[in-house]
Protein backbone atom coordinates (compact mmCIF):
# COMPACT_ATOMS: atom_id res chain seq x y z
CA UNK A 1 0.00 0.00 0.00
CA UNK A 2 1.41 3.40 -1.10
CA UNK A 3 1.71 6.31 0.65
CA UNK A 4 -1.03 7.78 -0.98
CA UNK A 5 -4.15 5.00 -0.62
CA UNK A 6 -2.45 5.05 3.43
CA UNK A 7 -3.59 8.35 3.04
CA UNK A 8 -6.48 8.45 1.82
CA UNK A 9 -7.57 5.76 3.63
CA UNK A 10 -6.56 7.47 6.90
CA UNK A 11 -8.51 10.37 6.02
CA UNK A 12 -11.87 9.24 5.62
CA UNK A 13 -11.29 7.76 8.80
CA UNK A 14 -10.69 10.92 10.96
CA UNK A 15 -14.05 11.81 9.32
CA UNK A 16 -15.92 9.80 11.46
CA UNK A 17 -18.27 11.38 13.69
CA UNK A 18 -17.16 11.16 17.85
CA UNK A 19 -18.63 11.64 21.01
CA UNK A 20 -17.97 15.66 21.52
CA UNK A 21 -15.85 15.54 18.62
CA UNK A 22 -13.55 13.60 21.03
CA UNK A 23 -11.41 12.54 17.57
CA UNK A 24 -11.24 8.98 20.43
CA UNK A 25 -8.59 6.88 17.72
CA UNK A 26 -4.61 6.60 17.05
CA UNK A 27 -3.85 4.56 13.78
CA UNK A 28 -0.74 2.31 13.13
CA UNK A 29 0.03 1.90 9.54
CA UNK A 30 1.72 -1.69 8.01
CA UNK A 31 2.45 -3.24 4.91
CA UNK A 32 -0.74 -3.72 3.62
CA UNK A 33 -2.78 -2.97 6.74
CA UNK A 34 -4.19 -0.64 9.21
CA UNK A 35 -4.36 -0.78 13.08
CA UNK A 36 -7.42 1.34 14.43
CA UNK A 37 -6.86 1.94 18.04
CA UNK A 38 -8.81 4.06 20.77
CA UNK A 39 -6.97 6.97 22.12
CA UNK A 40 -7.99 6.52 25.96
CA UNK A 41 -6.80 9.42 26.37
CA UNK A 42 -9.72 11.17 24.78
CA UNK A 43 -12.25 9.59 27.63
CA UNK A 44 -15.35 11.23 28.25
CA UNK A 45 -15.32 9.91 32.24
CA UNK A 46 -18.59 11.36 32.61
CA UNK A 47 -21.04 11.08 29.47
CA UNK A 48 -19.48 7.24 28.04
CA UNK A 49 -18.13 5.96 31.50
CA UNK A 50 -17.87 2.27 29.60
CA UNK A 51 -16.21 3.42 26.56
CA UNK A 52 -19.14 2.38 24.97
CA UNK A 53 -19.16 5.54 22.39
CA UNK A 54 -15.50 5.64 21.90
CA UNK A 55 -15.89 2.19 20.11
CA UNK A 56 -19.03 2.96 17.98
CA UNK A 57 -16.92 6.25 16.85
CA UNK A 58 -14.25 3.86 16.06
CA UNK A 59 -16.38 1.28 14.44
CA UNK A 60 -17.13 4.72 12.26
CA UNK A 61 -13.41 5.04 11.49
CA UNK A 62 -13.38 1.36 10.59
CA UNK A 63 -16.31 1.70 8.35
CA UNK A 64 -15.16 5.03 6.13
CA UNK A 65 -11.67 3.04 5.56
CA UNK A 66 -13.36 -0.14 4.25
CA UNK A 67 -15.53 2.04 2.08
CA UNK A 68 -12.81 4.05 0.71
CA UNK A 69 -10.56 0.83 0.57
CA UNK A 70 -13.09 0.06 -2.22
CA UNK A 71 -11.87 3.21 -4.38
CA UNK A 72 -8.43 1.24 -4.71
CA UNK A 73 -9.58 -1.90 -5.50
CA UNK A 74 -8.80 -3.25 -1.96
CA UNK A 75 -10.78 -5.98 -0.21
CA UNK A 76 -10.92 -5.07 3.62
CA UNK A 77 -10.71 -7.64 6.20
CA UNK A 78 -11.67 -6.81 9.29
CA UNK A 79 -10.52 -8.65 12.54
CA UNK A 80 -10.95 -7.17 16.24
CA UNK A 81 -7.87 -8.03 18.57
CA UNK A 82 -7.84 -7.03 21.89
CA UNK A 83 -9.20 -3.59 22.03
CA UNK A 84 -7.89 -2.67 18.57
CA UNK A 85 -9.05 -3.37 15.16
CA UNK A 86 -6.35 -4.59 12.63
CA UNK A 87 -8.40 -4.60 8.81
CA UNK A 88 -5.63 -6.37 6.26
CA UNK A 89 -5.95 -5.24 2.67
CA UNK A 90 -6.32 -7.42 -0.30
CA UNK A 91 -6.09 -6.42 -4.15
CA UNK A 92 -9.17 -7.79 -5.79
CA UNK A 93 -9.32 -6.11 -9.01
CA UNK A 94 -13.17 -7.36 -9.22
CA UNK A 95 -14.22 -4.90 -6.88
CA UNK A 96 -16.54 -2.09 -7.48
CA UNK A 97 -15.61 1.15 -5.81
CA UNK A 98 -18.56 1.56 -3.54
CA UNK A 99 -21.44 4.80 -4.05
CA UNK A 100 -20.48 5.75 -0.51
CA UNK A 101 -17.22 7.54 -1.19
CA UNK A 102 -17.70 10.65 -2.33
CA UNK A 103 -20.21 11.23 0.76
CA UNK A 104 -17.82 10.48 3.39
CA UNK A 105 -16.56 14.29 3.26
CA UNK A 106 -20.20 15.18 2.81
CA UNK A 107 -21.55 13.73 6.06
CA UNK A 108 -22.14 16.31 9.41
CA UNK A 109 -24.33 16.14 12.57
CA UNK A 110 -26.50 18.75 11.44
CA UNK A 111 -27.78 20.08 14.78
CA UNK A 112 -30.02 22.85 13.10
CA UNK A 113 -33.97 22.88 13.16
CA UNK A 114 -35.11 20.30 10.33
CA UNK A 115 -37.68 21.97 7.98
CA UNK A 116 -40.77 19.61 8.36
CA UNK A 117 -40.72 17.90 5.24
CA UNK A 118 -41.86 14.21 4.85
CA UNK A 119 -39.10 11.89 3.80
CA UNK A 120 -40.22 9.47 0.85
CA UNK A 121 -40.77 5.59 1.62
CA UNK A 122 -38.29 4.48 -0.72
CA UNK A 123 -35.41 6.73 1.04
CA UNK A 124 -36.83 5.08 4.61
CA UNK A 125 -36.54 2.01 3.20
CA UNK A 126 -32.90 2.44 2.14
CA UNK A 127 -32.18 3.34 5.65
CA UNK A 128 -34.10 0.64 7.12
CA UNK A 129 -31.59 -1.70 5.55
CA UNK A 130 -28.81 -1.08 7.72
CA UNK A 131 -31.14 -2.62 10.72
CA UNK A 132 -32.04 0.97 12.98
CA UNK A 133 -35.35 1.28 13.28
CA UNK A 134 -37.35 4.25 11.56
CA UNK A 135 -40.17 5.57 14.06
CA UNK A 136 -42.47 8.39 12.35
CA UNK A 137 -43.48 11.55 14.06
CA UNK A 138 -47.19 10.74 15.28
CA UNK A 139 -46.10 7.41 15.83
CA UNK A 140 -46.50 5.92 19.71
CA UNK A 141 -42.74 4.91 19.59
CA UNK A 142 -42.15 9.00 18.28
CA UNK A 143 -43.61 10.03 21.44
CA UNK A 144 -41.99 7.73 24.02
CA UNK A 145 -38.58 8.94 22.65
CA UNK A 146 -39.54 12.17 22.97
CA UNK A 147 -40.16 11.50 26.49
CA UNK A 148 -36.87 9.77 27.35
CA UNK A 149 -34.84 12.48 25.64
CA UNK A 150 -36.64 14.80 28.67
CA UNK A 151 -35.80 12.36 31.54
CA UNK A 152 -32.40 12.01 29.67
CA UNK A 153 -31.73 15.46 29.87
CA UNK A 154 -33.13 15.75 33.84
CA UNK A 155 -30.42 13.24 34.56
CA UNK A 156 -27.45 14.72 32.80
CA UNK A 157 -28.16 18.65 33.10
CA UNK A 158 -28.46 17.92 37.10
CA UNK A 159 -25.39 16.58 37.22
CA UNK A 160 -22.46 18.86 37.98
CA UNK A 161 -19.54 16.75 36.89
CA UNK A 162 -21.72 15.81 33.43
CA UNK A 163 -22.16 19.54 32.74
CA UNK A 164 -18.30 20.43 33.54
CA UNK A 165 -17.25 17.58 30.80
CA UNK A 166 -19.29 18.92 28.21
CA UNK A 167 -18.37 22.82 28.95
CA UNK A 168 -14.49 21.17 28.78
CA UNK A 169 -15.02 20.14 25.54
CA UNK A 170 -16.81 23.08 24.10
CA UNK A 171 -14.81 25.72 21.67
CA UNK A 172 -16.55 28.99 22.18
CA UNK A 173 -15.33 30.94 19.86
CA UNK A 174 -12.96 30.82 16.66
CA UNK A 175 -9.67 31.48 18.27
CA UNK A 176 -10.46 28.59 21.02
CA UNK A 177 -11.50 25.79 17.66
CA UNK A 178 -8.83 26.62 15.90
CA UNK A 179 -6.19 26.35 18.24
CA UNK A 180 -7.61 22.79 19.53
CA UNK A 181 -9.23 21.58 15.92
CA UNK A 182 -11.79 19.38 18.23
CA UNK A 183 -14.68 19.50 20.56
CA UNK A 184 -18.13 21.10 19.77
CA UNK A 185 -16.52 24.44 18.10
CA UNK A 186 -19.43 27.70 18.78
CA UNK A 187 -20.23 27.90 14.79
CA UNK A 188 -21.26 23.94 14.68
CA UNK A 189 -23.93 24.48 17.67
CA UNK A 190 -25.10 27.63 16.18
CA UNK A 191 -23.79 30.26 18.77
CA UNK A 192 -22.11 33.82 17.66
CA UNK A 193 -18.22 34.12 18.16
CA UNK A 194 -17.69 35.54 21.39
CA UNK A 195 -15.09 36.26 23.56
CA UNK A 196 -14.93 33.51 26.38
CA UNK A 197 -15.43 36.23 29.37
CA UNK A 198 -18.62 37.03 27.35
CA UNK A 199 -19.72 33.45 26.11
CA UNK A 200 -18.88 31.05 29.17
CA UNK A 201 -21.42 32.74 31.50
CA UNK A 202 -23.86 32.40 28.54
CA UNK A 203 -23.31 29.15 28.11
CA UNK A 204 -23.52 28.13 31.49
CA UNK A 205 -26.66 29.56 32.11
CA UNK A 206 -28.30 27.93 29.13
CA UNK A 207 -26.92 24.35 30.14
CA UNK A 208 -30.41 23.51 32.17
CA UNK A 209 -33.13 21.14 31.81
CA UNK A 210 -35.87 23.40 30.96
CA UNK A 211 -33.51 25.25 27.94
CA UNK A 212 -32.49 21.85 27.14
CA UNK A 213 -35.88 20.30 26.97
CA UNK A 214 -37.52 23.56 24.96
CA UNK A 215 -34.89 23.16 22.43
CA UNK A 216 -34.51 19.47 22.15
CA UNK A 217 -38.56 19.45 21.54
CA UNK A 218 -38.62 22.20 18.94
CA UNK A 219 -35.74 20.24 17.40
CA UNK A 220 -37.94 16.99 17.18
CA UNK A 221 -40.87 18.26 16.63
CA UNK A 222 -39.34 19.45 13.25
CA UNK A 223 -37.65 15.97 12.47
CA UNK A 224 -40.10 13.46 10.32
CA UNK A 225 -38.25 10.46 11.84
CA UNK A 226 -36.41 9.10 14.42
CA UNK A 227 -33.59 6.10 14.37
CA UNK A 228 -32.84 4.00 17.00
CA UNK A 229 -29.86 1.93 16.70
CA UNK A 230 -29.51 -1.72 19.16
CA UNK A 231 -26.59 -3.79 19.14
CA UNK A 232 -24.85 -6.50 21.67
CA UNK A 233 -23.41 -4.51 24.69
CA UNK A 234 -19.89 -4.91 24.57
CA UNK A 235 -16.89 -3.91 23.26
CA UNK A 236 -17.46 -5.66 19.69
CA UNK A 237 -20.65 -4.70 19.43
CA UNK A 238 -20.47 -1.19 20.12
CA UNK A 239 -17.98 -1.25 17.05
CA UNK A 240 -20.54 -3.30 15.02
CA UNK A 241 -23.10 -0.42 15.73
CA UNK A 242 -20.98 1.86 14.69
CA UNK A 243 -19.89 0.38 11.45
CA UNK A 244 -24.04 0.59 10.93
CA UNK A 245 -24.50 3.65 12.24
CA UNK A 246 -22.06 5.03 9.91
CA UNK A 247 -23.64 3.20 6.44
CA UNK A 248 -26.21 4.82 7.78
CA UNK A 249 -25.06 8.10 7.86
CA UNK A 250 -23.45 8.01 4.54
CA UNK A 251 -26.81 6.61 2.86
CA UNK A 252 -29.12 9.49 4.26
CA UNK A 253 -26.32 12.22 2.77
CA UNK A 254 -26.55 10.48 -0.10
CA UNK A 255 -30.49 11.24 0.24
CA UNK A 256 -29.83 14.60 1.12
CA UNK A 257 -31.06 13.77 4.88
CA UNK A 258 -29.94 15.53 8.08
CA UNK A 259 -28.87 13.72 10.73
CA UNK A 260 -28.48 14.99 14.44
CA UNK A 261 -27.99 12.75 17.59
CA UNK A 262 -30.37 13.08 20.36
CA UNK A 263 -28.40 10.31 22.75
CA UNK A 264 -29.24 11.53 25.75
CA UNK A 265 -31.51 8.16 27.16
CA UNK A 266 -28.57 6.18 25.07
CA UNK A 267 -26.25 7.52 27.78
CA UNK A 268 -28.32 7.11 30.57
CA UNK A 269 -28.14 3.04 32.07
CA UNK A 270 -31.18 2.84 33.33
CA UNK A 271 -32.63 4.70 30.75
CA UNK A 272 -31.54 2.93 27.55
CA UNK A 273 -32.46 -0.31 29.15
CA UNK A 274 -36.16 0.92 29.90
CA UNK A 275 -36.45 2.55 26.66
CA UNK A 276 -35.28 -0.12 24.77
CA UNK A 277 -38.12 -2.36 26.70
CA UNK A 278 -40.76 0.46 25.96
CA UNK A 279 -39.50 0.52 21.85
CA UNK A 280 -39.49 -3.52 21.83
CA UNK A 281 -35.39 -3.68 20.69
CA UNK A 282 -33.74 -7.14 20.44
CA UNK A 283 -30.79 -5.75 21.57
CA UNK A 284 -29.50 -2.72 23.60
CA UNK A 285 -30.18 0.35 22.91
CA UNK A 286 -27.02 2.23 21.55
CA UNK A 287 -28.13 5.12 19.42
CA UNK A 288 -30.82 7.92 18.22
CA UNK A 289 -30.84 9.95 15.79
CA UNK A 290 -33.24 12.35 14.51
CA UNK A 291 -33.36 12.98 10.67
CA UNK A 292 -35.06 15.21 8.01
CA UNK A 293 -34.22 18.23 5.53
CA UNK A 294 -32.27 20.81 6.35
CA UNK A 295 -29.83 23.57 5.04
CA UNK A 296 -26.05 22.38 5.81
CA UNK A 297 -24.22 23.23 9.42
CA UNK A 298 -21.02 24.35 9.94
CA UNK A 299 -18.19 21.62 9.31
CA UNK A 300 -16.77 20.67 12.50
CA UNK A 301 -12.88 20.76 12.77
CA UNK A 302 -10.54 17.56 12.80
CA UNK A 303 -6.75 17.63 13.82
CA UNK A 304 -4.44 16.80 11.74
CA UNK A 305 -3.83 13.35 10.25
CA UNK A 306 -0.01 13.62 12.05
CA UNK A 307 -1.81 13.51 15.39
CA UNK A 308 -3.26 10.00 15.05
CA UNK A 309 -0.51 8.16 13.77
CA UNK A 310 1.11 5.78 15.96
CA UNK A 311 4.89 4.95 15.00
CA UNK A 312 6.65 2.36 16.99
CA UNK A 313 8.73 0.29 14.55
C1 LIG B 1 -21.19 7.67 19.63
C2 LIG B 1 -21.56 9.10 19.33
C3 LIG B 1 -22.40 9.79 20.20
C4 LIG B 1 -22.77 11.11 19.92
N1 LIG B 1 -23.62 11.76 20.77
C5 LIG B 1 -24.05 13.00 20.47
C6 LIG B 1 -25.02 13.66 21.27
O1 LIG B 1 -25.50 13.11 22.27
N2 LIG B 1 -25.42 14.91 20.92
C7 LIG B 1 -24.92 15.53 19.81
O2 LIG B 1 -25.34 16.65 19.51
N3 LIG B 1 -24.01 14.93 19.02
C8 LIG B 1 -23.57 13.69 19.32
N4 LIG B 1 -22.67 13.06 18.50
C9 LIG B 1 -22.17 13.75 17.30
C10 LIG B 1 -20.77 14.32 17.53
O3 LIG B 1 -20.81 15.42 18.41
C11 LIG B 1 -20.19 14.71 16.16
O4 LIG B 1 -19.98 13.53 15.42
C12 LIG B 1 -18.87 15.44 16.28
O5 LIG B 1 -19.08 16.69 16.88
C13 LIG B 1 -18.21 15.64 14.93
O6 LIG B 1 -19.07 16.34 14.06
P1 LIG B 1 -19.54 15.74 12.66
O7 LIG B 1 -20.38 14.54 12.94
O8 LIG B 1 -20.34 16.86 12.02
O9 LIG B 1 -18.33 15.38 11.86
C14 LIG B 1 -22.28 11.75 18.75
C15 LIG B 1 -21.45 11.04 17.88
C16 LIG B 1 -21.09 9.72 18.15
C17 LIG B 1 -20.22 8.96 17.20
Known amino acids: MDDIIANALLDSAILAPSGHNSQPWKFRVGEDCITVMPDFSKRLYMVDPLDREIFISIGCAVENICITATKFNLKALVEIKDNNVDIAFERCTDIVASPFVSFIAKRQT ?9 IHKSIIDHLSSTGAKLYSRGSKEFDIVKSFVK ?11 FVNELKE ?19 V ?15 SLMLNVAMQNRSDMKKLQSSPFIAAFDGQDDMAGWIETGRRLERFLLIATSHNIACAFINQPCEVESLAVELGRQLHLQQKLQILLRIGHASPSKRSRRRPREAFIVDDM
Not at 110 to 118: C, H, S, V
Not at 151 to 161: P, R
Not at 169 to 187: F, K, P, V
Open 110 to 118: NRNIFDNTL
Open 151 to 161: LGNSAQMKDKD
Open 169 to 187: WMRLNETQAARELDGLSYD
Open 189 to 203: IGAPNMPSWISRPIV
